[in-house]
Nanobody, 122 residues
């Protein structure tokens, strides 16, 4: 059974930082791409960042230079370091996984975590 469990969300002031974690089980983690998406109220889920099975990374333009994605295959965990947070980063953040390569399309992911809330106050 595939499980993704996100953690690390919370309330932070603008300019602050948070580190999200996504712990995976039930699949061969080292073969999987891991991605972070976010969904703000009344908006569609959008791609934030992803890391391919080989370690190459992709970022949405809105977070480039502020967010860093990484993975630890020994711990079956992916991370999203979020710096210089802005109020518009407020959303529920979800991690998703698929084989090998990241996609920015929500429908290309069969497995999702339950989400973790990130709230950035101005």
């Amino acid at each position: 059974q595939v499980q993704l469990v996100e953690s690390g969300g919370g309330l932070v002031q603008a300019g602050g930082s948070l580190r999200l974690s996504c712990a995976a089980s039930g699949r061969t983690f080292s073969r999987d791409a891991m991605a972070w998406f976010r969904q703000a109220p009344e908006k569609e889920r959008e791609f934030v960042s992803g890391i391919n099975w080989g370690g190459s990374t992709i970022y949405a333009d809105s977070v480039k230079g502020r967010f860093t994605i990484s993975r630890d295959n020994a711990k079956n965990t992916a991370y999203l370091q979020m710096n210089s947070l802005k109020p518009e980063d407020t959303a529920v953040y979800y991690c998703g996984t698929r084989l090998y390569y990241v996609s920015s399309t929500v429908d290309h992911y069969a497995y999702w975590g339950q989400g973790t809330q990130v709230t950035v106050s101005s």
